[in-house]
């Protein structure tokens, strides 16, 4: 079945850039939305960045400036660029994607989440 295989979680000082992408086995009929959330212990899971097929991007207020989502239709993988990183950006980051798999229908996918934590 559909998986979403994230990377380029670790740990960084604080100002310093990580670069995470994801990328869903199998074969991609159509994607629509793809994007990135955040969770940190005792907090709620929030948005970070998402881009439409389109190429609409949104981001949350807190990242906006710092953070960029991008994708590459060749490869069917989506990124997301993080400078200037702070010790709040500390959490637990999961990549999602709204798509349709070859032979599925349309439906939501979540990655297993990757660790990113800014040191002061």
């Known amino acids: 079945q559909v998986q979403l295989v994230e990377s380029g979680g670790g740990l960084v000082q604080s100002g310093g850039s990580l670069r995470l992408s994801c990328a869903p086995s199998?074969?991609?009929?159509?994607?629509?939305?793809m994007g990135w959330y955040r969770q940190a212990p005792g907090k709620a899971r929030e948005l970070v960045a998402q881009?439409?097929?389109?190429?609409?991007?949104n981001y949350a207020a807190s990242v906006q400036g710092r953070f960029t989502v991008s994708r590459d239709n060749s490869k069917n993988t989506w990124y997301l660029q993080m400078n200037s990183l702070k010790p709040d950006d500390t959490a637990a980051y999961y990549c999602?994607?709204?798509?349709?798999?070859?032979?599925?229908?349309?439906?939501?996918?979540w990655g297993q989440g990757t660790q990113v934590t800014v040191s002061s």
């Open positions: 199998g074969s991609i009929y159509m994607w629509y939305t």
């Open positions: 999602y994607t709204d798509m349709r798999a070859t032979g599925q229908w349309r439906a939501e996918y």
């Open positions: 881009i439409t097929s389109g190429g609409t991007t």
